[in-house]
C-alpha cells in the first residue's frame, strides 16, 4: 500500500460539468482525490444563461460559501465564468492541468490551461521592456497582454517565449542574444495590438524586430505596421455579446501621454465597444456634461481633482482591461487597483515582500498591490524581505518566515489592501492582518476590497449560504508539504542579487510580475557607463545595495545602466516616415519629419556615433531624462508655425490632447527665447535673426546636467546644439577637463574636434541672453579652450585616416573581462578607426584569435589584456598559430595615451605588457 501525495492539500476545487458520469469528470475527481485535495465539489451546469456580473456574482456567492482555490472546466460557457475568473480571481483550467500538476509533482503555471478562447497569448511568458516604453504604454501593453492570458514578466529565463520593444538595441536583447540555446523571438508592440484587435494569435513573422537593422529602418517598419492596425477593425470578442460601454463617454487624461497611434487604438477600442471620447486640452475642459469617464493613471495631476469635482468615474488601464475582459460596464470605485495611483506608502526598503500559496491571477493582484504602495516584490524568498504574504500556513516560504520573525513579519493579503486604502502604513501585527487564511468564505478573498467604504454586496449573504450540489472530501494529512512549482531554468543577468544564493527555491517563479528578482544562471552581463574616470571605476557590474533588492533586470538597465538606441541619421530626407492625414502625429513625431525634410540633425532617438562606432551606455535615470529634454532641442519654427495655422484655422480639435499640451509648451519656450534675445543690441539681434553665431555640434561629459528646456533652446538659437551622445557631425566636446570618459575619448575622433571647451563658455553665454553679464554675445573662444588639450592634437583631428588606421591596427583582440565593458570599449577603439573588434572567451584557444593582417610594419596579432597572465597565453597560442609573426600586447591605459595623443607608440609606451 502507497502512501497518497499531498500535492493538492489545503485547496479546494470545483469541478463544472454537464454530468458527473463523464470521463473527464470522474478521471480529474479522482487524481484530485489521489493527491489530498481537501475538498472537491462537482458542480453540474443546468444550462442558466449567463447573467449580469453584479446578479452573476449575488448567485454565486449563495452556491459557494466557503473559498474556492481553482475550477475545472473544459470550456469558458458556463454561467458565472467572468464572475469567478476575473472578479473573484479563482484560476479556471481545464481538466489537463490536474493531471499535468500529477505527472509533475508541481503545480504548474494555470494560465497555460485556460479555456477561455480569447486567452490566444497563454503559452506564452513575454517580457514587456521598460526600457523602450514609458510607464503609460508599459501599463498599456501589458494591459493587453494579461488579458489575452500571457504572462507578462519583467525577468527573463529559458521559459521566455518574447521579447517586445521598438529599440534594436534594447538590453534585454543584448542580454540573451549571445546565448545560441534560446528560443526567443523579438518583436514590435504591434503583435500585441494585434493580438488584442482579432482575438487571436497573428504570426509574428511581420512583426519580428531585425536586430541587424539599423533604429531607422525598425521605426519605419513600425510606423507602417500601427497604419496597418488603424485601418482594421476591433473586434469586440469572440463571440456575439451586445457593446459593454454604451452611452459611455471617456476622456482620456493627459497623463497617460501615449503615443498617438496608441490613441487612435485605445479610441477604436471604446467606440467598438459601443462607448465615445470627448477630447480635451485641459484639466478645465473636463465637464459630466460632456462625459461620464475619465481614464487616467495618477492621481497626483489637476485632472483628477477636477474630476472629482465632476463626480466623473476615474480609473487606470487595470479598470480598462477588466472590462474588456467581463464584456461588461464596472465602476471605477469596485476595485482598488482600478483606481489611479496616488504617492507611494512605503519606501522600497520598508517593503520587500514575498508571496506564497496562491494561484494564478492572484499572485499578480498581489504584485500590483506592492507595486502600488511602492514596495518592491520578489518571487524569490531571503532575509532581505520583510514580510511574506500567504494563503495558507504551510510551505517552505512560510517555514522560513516563522524562524526569521525576527526580520520578516508574516501577514495576510488583507493588510496590503486596508494599507492601500487608507493610504498609510498599518501595524501588520494586529489580529486581523494575522488570520490566515484571512477569510474562509469566497465573498472575502482577495481582490473584493473596492475603493468605496462599504462594499456593495453585503456580508449577510455569507450566513445565507446554500449547500453545493455535491461535496466529495479528501481524507487530509497533518504532515505539510506545500505545493511545488515549475521552476524555470534561469540566465544570469545580475549574480548574487540578493546575496548568498537562497536556500528556498521559488514555489511562485512562472507567474508574472511588475518586480521580480532577476534570474540566474548564464554569465551574461550588461556594462554599465557612466562619466567617471574608467581608471576609477569598473563598468562591467554594479552591485545593488539593501536598498535595491527586488528590482529587475530592466529596472536596473533602465535606472543604473541605461543603453542608449541606436542612432539616427536624419541627413538623408526619404529616411522619415510619410506621415498619413488619416492619424495625427505626436509633436516629436511631427518635429522628426519636419526636421528630416529640412536635412536638420534630428534627435527623435539618441544621435549615431561616428560611422562603424557601436552605441554607448548612460549612466542614469537622471542621464534618460535628459536626453528626453533635448529632444525638445531641435524644434524649428516650422514646427510652431503649424502650430500656429492650426489655432488659426481653429483645427485643434484635430490633434490630441498630449500633442496640443506640448505644441503650447514649444511655443513657450519658443516666445521666451525670442523675448530674451530682444533684450540684447538692435545689432546682436540682427545676427542671431540672419545667421547662427557659434556653430557647435557639442557633446558633454562631466558637466552642464542642469540645462534646463529654455536654455537648450536659447543655445541652440545661437548655434549651439547640445547632444547627449557624440553623433556622426558632432564637432565639440565640453568638459571641466581632459578626460578618461568614453565620450571624452570618442570626442578625439570626431572630423574634426573643432572645440574641446570649458563649461564656462556655457554658463557665460547664457548669462550674457539672460542680462545677468555685460560680456558681449560673441564671446572669445579661444578664453575657453582645455588647457589641458595641446592644438596639435586637435589638428590631426582632420587627418582622413583614423589612429588605429595609421598605426595598422585594424583587428584588436579584447579579453571577455576587459575593465568598462567590452561594449564600450569597443565603441570606442572603433570610432578611432579599428575595423574588427574580436571579443576572446574566458578560456580562449588559438583558434579564437584573430590576426591583424594589414601591413608588415604592424602587428601580426594585437591583444588588449587585463592581466599578465592572459598576455602570457596570448603570445604562446599566436606562437602555434604562426611563429613569424609578431605579437603586440598592450594595457587598455596604452590605447588612452594613443588616443590623448593620437598618435600609437608600438615601440617604447610603458603600457606595453608583451612585444615579439
Not at 572669445?780 to 598605426?807: C, N
Amino acid at each position: 500500500m502507497t502512501l497518497r501525495k499531498s500535492l493538492f492539500q489545503h485547496l479546494t476545487f470545483v469541478v463544472v460539468a454537464k454530468s458527473e458520469s463523464e470521463t473527464w469528470v470522474r478521471r480529474a475527481v479522482e487524481t484530485l482525490r489521489e493527491n489530498q485535495a481537501h475538498e472537491c465539489i462537482v458542480h453540474v451546469e443546468s444550462g442558466i444563461a449567463k447573467l449580469p456580473l453584479p446578479e452573476a456574482k449575488r448567485k454565486l456567492l449563495q452556491t459557494f460559501g466557503h473559498d474556492v482555490h481553482c475550477i475545472i472546466a473544459q470550456n469558458s460557457d458556463f454561467w458565472f465564468y467572468e464572475t469567478a475568473a476575473f472578479d473573484l480571481l479563482i484560476p479556471v483550467v481545464k481538466p489537463e492541468w490536474v493531471h499535468a500538476c500529477a505527472t509533475t509533482g508541481r503545480i504548474t503555471r494555470a494560465s497555460c490551461f485556460s479555456p477561455d478562447p480569447r486567452h490566444v497569448l497563454k503559452n506564452c511568458q513575454i517580457y514587456l521592456s521598460r526600457h523602450a516604453f514609458k510607464a503609460a504604454e508599459y501599463a498599456f501593453y501589458s494591459g493587453m497582454i494579461t488579458s489575452l492570458g500571457g504572462a507578462c514578466i519583467d525577468y527573463l529565463s529559458s521559459k521566455t517565449t518574447h521579447i517586445v520593444t521598438i529599440d534594436v538595441r534594447d538590453p534585454a536583447i543584448l542580454a540573451v542574444a549571445p546565448i545560441t540555446q534560446l528560443n526567443i523571438k523579438y518583436v514590435l508592440p504591434t503583435w500585441i495590438m494585434e493580438s488584442f484587435q482579432s482575438e487571436t494569435e497573428p504570426s509574428e513573422e511581420k512583426h519580428l524586430l531585425n536586430t541587424s537593422a539599423t533604429q531607422l529602418e525598425c521605426s519605419r517598419k513600425f510606423h507602417d505596421l500601427l497604419q496597418e492596425l488603424d485601418t482594421a477593425d476591433v473586434r469586440v470578442t469572440a463571440g456575439e455579446r451586445p457593446p459593454y460601454l454604451a452611452s459611455y463617454t471617456f476622456y482620456l487624461s493627459l497623463d497617460l501621454a501615449l503615443p498617438a497611434s496608441c490613441y487612435t487604438f485605445l479610441i477604436n477600442t471604446i467606440k467598438t465597444a459601443g462607448g465615445d471620447v470627448q477630447r480635451h486640452s485641459a484639466a478645465g475642459d473636463l465637464s459630466r456634461s460632456d462625459g461620464d469617464c475619465l481614464l487616467i493613471q495618477n492621481s497626483t495631476c489637476s485632472e483628477y481633482q477636477t474630476g472629482r469635482r465632476e463626480k466623473l468615474q476615474m480609473g487606470n488601464f487595470n479598470w480598462f482591461f477588466a472590462m474588456w475582459s467581463t464584456q461588461c460596464y464596472i465602476a471605477a470605485d469596485a476595485k482598488l487597483l482600478f483606481q489611479p495611483q496616488g504617492a507611494p506608502v512605503f519606501n522600497n526598503d520598508e517593503l520587500v515582500l514575498a508571496y506564497t500559496n496562491f494561484l494564478g491571477q492572484q499572485r499578480n493582484y498581489i504584485q500590483k498591490l506592492v507595486s502600488a504602495l511602492g514596495g518592491i516584490s520578489t518571487t524569490e524568498f531571503t532575509r532581505k524581505n520583510t514580510h511574506l504574504v500567504t494563503g495558507l500556513r504551510c510551505g517552505q516560504k512560510y517555514d522560513a518566515a516563522l524562524r526569521w520573525k525576527d526580520t520578516c513579519v508574516v501577514v495576510n493579503h488583507v493588510w496590503l489592501e486596508d494599507c492601500l486604502k487608507q493610504g498609510q502604513k498599518l501595524d501588520p501585527n494586529l489580529p486581523t492582518y494575522q488570520q490566515i487564511p484571512a477569510f474562509n468564505l469566497l465573498s472575502k478573498r482577495l481582490g473584493q476590497s473596492s475603493a468605496r467604504d462599504n462594499f456593495e454586496i453585503s456580508s449577510s449573504v455569507d450566513e445565507d449560504m446554500a449547500e453545493t450540489v455535491v461535496t466529495q472530501n479528501a481524507n487530509t494529512n497533518s504532515e505539510q508539504v506545500p505545493p511545488a512549482n515549475e521552476v524555470d531554468e534561469d540566465i544570469e543577468m545580475y549574480s548574487n542579487f540578493f546575496g548568498e544564493p537562497s536556500e528556498l527555491e521559488d514555489d511562485d517563479r512562472d507567474q508574472l510580475s511588475p518586480t521580480l528578482s532577476p534570474v540566474v544562471s548564464s554569465p551574461t552581463k550588461i556594462p554599465e557607463f557612466s562619466d567617471e574616470p574608467l581608471e576609477k571605476k569598473e563598468l562591467s557590474m554594479r552591485q545593488p545595495s539593501d536598498l535595491e533588492t527586488g528590482r529587475t533586470l530592466i529596472g536596473i538597465a533602465e535606472m543604473k545602466m541605461e543603453l542608449t538606441t541606436p542612432a539616427v541619421e536624419a541627413s538623408a530626407p526619404e529616411a522619415a516616415p510619410e506621415a498619413e492625414n488619416t492619424a495625427p502625429l505626436s509633436p516629436e513625431t511631427q518635429v522628426h519629419e519636419l526636421q528630416a525634410s529640412a536635412g536638420h540633425l534630428v534627435q527623435a532617438t539618441p544621435s549615431p556615433l561616428p560611422p562603424g562606432s557601436s552605441q554607448l551606455m548612460s549612466s542614469s535615470s537622471s542621464r534618460r531624462a535628459k536626453e528626453k529634454a533635448t529632444l525638445k532641442l531641435h524644434t524649428d519654427m516650422e514646427a510652431l508655425n503649424e502650430f500656429e495655422k492650426n489655432l488659426r484655422k481653429k483645427r485643434t480639435a484635430n490633434l490630441l490632447p498630449e500633442e496640443v499640451r506640448k505644441l503650447k509648451k514649444l511655443k513657450e519656450v519658443e516666445d521666451k527665447v525670442k523675448e530674451l534675445l530682444e533684450n540684447l543690441s538692435p545689432e546682436t539681434t540682427s545676427k542671431v535673426r540672419h545667421k547662427r553665431l557659434y556653430n557647435m555640434r557639442a557633446v558633454c561629459t562631466g558637466c552642464c546636467d542642469q540645462l534646463d528646456d529654455l536654455d537648450l533652446a536659447i543655445l541652440t538659437k545661437l548655434g549651439v546644439e547640445i547632444s547627449t551622445e557624440p553623433a556622426a557631425n558632432s564637432n565639440t566636446i565640453i568638459a571641466p577637463k581632459k578626460m578618461r570618459t568614453a565620450k571624452f575619448l570618442i570626442s578625439l575622433s570626431f572630423h574634426p574636434l573643432t572645440y574641446a571647451l570649458l563649461p564656462n563658455f556655457i554658463t557665460d553665454l547664457l548669462e550674457v541672453v539672460r542680462g545677468h553679464s555685460t560680456k558681449s554675445i560673441s564671446l572669445p573662444i579661444e578664453q575657453y579652450f582645455i588647457p589641458d588639450i595641446d592644438p596639435d592634437v586637435l589638428s590631426k583631428t582632420h587627418l582622413q585616416s583614423k589612429l588605429f588606421g595609421r598605426a595598422g591596427i585594424t583587428t584588436i583582440n579584447l579579453t571577455s573581462d576587459i575593465p568598462g565593458g567590452q561594449d564600450v570599449i569597443s565603441s570606442i577603439l572603433t570610432a578611432h578607426g579599428a575595423k574588427t573588434i574580436n571579443v576572446l572567451p574566458a578560456k580562449f584557444q588559438s583558434t579564437d584569435i584573430k590576426p591583424n593582417e594589414t601591413r608588415k610594419d604592424a602587428p601580426t596579432y594585437f591583444l588588449i589584456a587585463s592581466k599578465a597572465s592572459q598576455a602570457k597565453k596570448f603570445a604562446k597560442s599566436c606562437r602555434d598559430l604562426n611563429e613569424s609573426g609578431s605579437v603586440l600586447v598592450v594595457e587598455w591605459n596604452w590605447c588612452v595615451e594613443s588616443i590623448f595623443s593620437l598618435k600609437a607608440d608600438t615601440k617604447r609606451s610603458k603600457y606595453i605588457v608583451h612585444q615579439s
